[in-house]
């Protein structure tokens, strides 16, 4: 498949948007990340694919520790300055009014939908990428918080109606 085939193709994945950030201020660094996932339950631990170019990579590897912050819709703009949208770099992403931090020093974005403070544990390199896997140590949420989605190059988000009801019923079983 050409790669401007599989590009469209996964225009059409919606995406949770995340930041993920590492380092203690002055010497903070983040990026926009929608390559996120849960990997398993025992020890806790999530994947993310980032691309080794990025600034947060070496910065990552350096502290052996990262956040991950699920974006909230008011964070839009936040998603774009973190995507370097704007000539806006390192610690000078980061409003003091709105990031506190992890006991390991880690970014903690306050009104996130969830954050999570990881321990590096394993590097897969696979062409430009870098698929970190972290341990989570802990972690934040913020029930009221709808989601900031990415589809077909939209900034989207769940509907309040559609998040109170389930689509199926739920087997508890
Ligand atoms: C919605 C969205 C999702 C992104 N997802 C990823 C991703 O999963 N991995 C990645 O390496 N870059 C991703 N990027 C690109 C990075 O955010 C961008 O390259 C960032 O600016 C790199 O950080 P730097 O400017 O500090 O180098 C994404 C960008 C956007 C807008």
């Given at each position: 498949m050409s790669p401007q085939a599989f590009r469209q193709l996964m225009r059409m994945h919606p995406a949770a948007v995340n930041i993920i950030a590492t380092g203690k201020a002055p010497q903070r660094t983040g990026m926009t990340v929608s390559a996120f996932m849960s990997l398993g339950v025992e020890p806790p631990s999530v994947v993310c694919a980032i691309n080794?170019?990025?600034?947060?990579y070496a910065h990552m590897v350096e502290n052996q520790v990262f956040s991950v912050n699920t974006l909230a819709v008011e964070h839009n703009e936040l998603a774009k300055l973190f995507a370097g949208q704007a000539p806006v770099f390192g610690d000078e992403r980061f409003d003091a009014q709105l990031w506190d931090h992890f006991d390991s020093g880690s970014p903690c974005l306050r009104q996130a939908v969830m954050s999570l403070e990881c321990r590096l544990i394993r590097q897969v390199q696979e062409s430009t990428h870098c698929l970190m896997v972290g341990e989570v140590i802990s972690g934040r949420h913020n029930e009221a918080a709808l989601p900031l989605l990415y589809r077909d190059g939209q900034w989207v988000t769940t509907s309040e109606d559609l998040r109170m009801v389930p689509i199926e019923a739920t087997d508890t079983r």
């Open positions: 080794r170019n990025a600034f947060s």
